[in-house]
């Protein structure tokens, strides 16, 4: 064998040596797919200030076991209402590559999908491998998980019902368009409307009269109100604004606006509910009057429209359906109508003269009556609801 065989055999062996010690191919950069179980919180944000929830990465095995968790930030106020929203969940690996790339979009589930405190919603997406290029995943929504199950109703979307046995009646003043009706600590609050006639009232119960009272700006037509401790809250129709009053004197504490119509005023412990002569109750700050969130209001049918009057009573939402004899019950959470009330003929006919239609709910909580009313009734009653087979 001469010199230049030899080192083309040389060669060659060195090659082979090469290729034995070669780790091959590098590894595929996307470990298999990881489930992520994603809480969300109905109505309004996780937490008001933060508004996020910490979100842990269900994993065989993470990326870095010491960083298997996300900051994702909630959609809340009118989004929260769309089937459609989503928001950029950043994947957790060891090393992210950019903020941006390193995401993926997630839709979120409508408050009409979550349970009255809270839901889950079940999506997959692949995790990031250290210094990976993340691959073009879709989050895949699946049947929401509830947490807390919504009480049942006769059948699946239909609403239960209801008629009525009066009870007591009580004299209303004629001239009182009522607005909004509140009962507290043994008397009414009452909101009434109409530009120039507008009040707010304080009311004796058994006799109908009135004890205290507060005009409203000539210009403005009132409309509904709520008690909250030591505060009154009164909406006005058409001029964006609502006032609030010291409940004991009728002081006007301060004015706040809105940026549509406003109708009907309730709390339920934690936020102001109002309406807006649409299918839609939105959700306040009780402090900054600001929207927290929304639900659009449905029974089978369809969207409900005319809200008016609102009363919180046992953890729903009952809502005067203006122009008719008809009060619905309405889950907040979902914003499906849960039962109907049909209050036709309470008013008698021979009484009906130059009155308006059925408007005003109060809620005694110590005994569990209810009261209702009409704009410009002669009388107001104490109702028992009773089912309708």
Not at 154 to 160: F, K, N, V
Not at 225 to 244: A, C, E, P
Not at 267 to 282: C, K, V, W
Not at 300 to 316: C, K, M, S, Y
Request: overall charge negative.
């Amino acid at each position: 064998m001469n010199i230049q065989q030899r080192l083309a055999a040389l060669l060659l062996a060195l090659l082979l040596l090469l290729t034995a010690c070669s780790p091959g191919p590098p590894p595929d950069p996307t470990p298999a797919a990881n489930n992520v179980n994603l809480p969300l919180v109905s109505g309004q944000p996780a937490t008001p200030t933060t508004n996020s929830v910490n979100l842990p990465l269900v994993s065989g095995q993470p990326a870095t076991p010491t960083t298997n968790s996300v900051n994702l930030p909630l959609v809340s106020g009118p989004a929260l209402t769309a089937t459609a929203n989503s928001v950029n969940l950043p994947l957790v690996s060891g090393q992210p590559t950019s903020t941006t790339a390193n995401s993926v979009s997630l839709p979120l589930i409508s408050a009409a999908e979550a349970t009255a405190t809270a839901g889950s919603y079940i999506v997959t997406l692949p995790l990031v491998a250290n210094g990976g290029t993340p691959t073009a995943a879709t989050p895949v929504p699946t049947t929401p998980v509830p947490a807390t199950p919504i009480p049942a109703t006769p059948g699946p979307g239909t609403p239960a019902r209801f008629g009525y046995r009066v009870i007591n009646t009580y004299p209303h003043d004629r001239a009182a368009f009522t607005q909004g009706l509140v009962y507290v600590n043994g008397v009414l609050y009452e909101g009434t409307g109409l530009v120039g006639q507008s009040t707010l009232r304080k009311v004796e119960l058994a006799t109908g009269k009135v004890l205290q009272k507060r005009d409203l700006p000539a210009d403005v037509f009132g409309e509904g109100i709520v008690v909250v401790d030591d505060r009154i809250f009164q909406l006005t129709w058409q001029s964006q604004v609502g006032y609030i009053y010291n409940r004991d004197t009728f002081e006007l504490l301060r004015t706040f606006t809105y940026n549509h119509e406003g109708w009907g005023i309730t709390y339920d412990g934690q936020r102001l509910i109002m309406s807006d002569g649409t299918a839609t109750l939105r959700f306040w700050n009780l402090e900054t009057q600001t929207e927290m969130g929304r639900v659009e209001v449905r029974d089978e049918n369809g969207p409900v429209t005319q809200l008016n009057e609102l009363e919180w009573i046992d953890g729903a939402v009952y809502a005067n359906i203006w122009q008719t004899d008809r009060i619905a019950r309405i889950d907040p959470a979902t914003g499906r109508v849960t039962a109907w009330i049909d209050l036709a003929g309470l008013l008698p006919e021979a009484e009906r003269a130059g009155a308006d239609v059925l408007n005003g709910i109060a809620y005694d909580q110590a005994t569990g009556r209810i009261f209702v009313t009409g704009k410009l009734w002669p009388k107001l009653f104490e109702i028992q609801l009773v089912p309708v087979p």
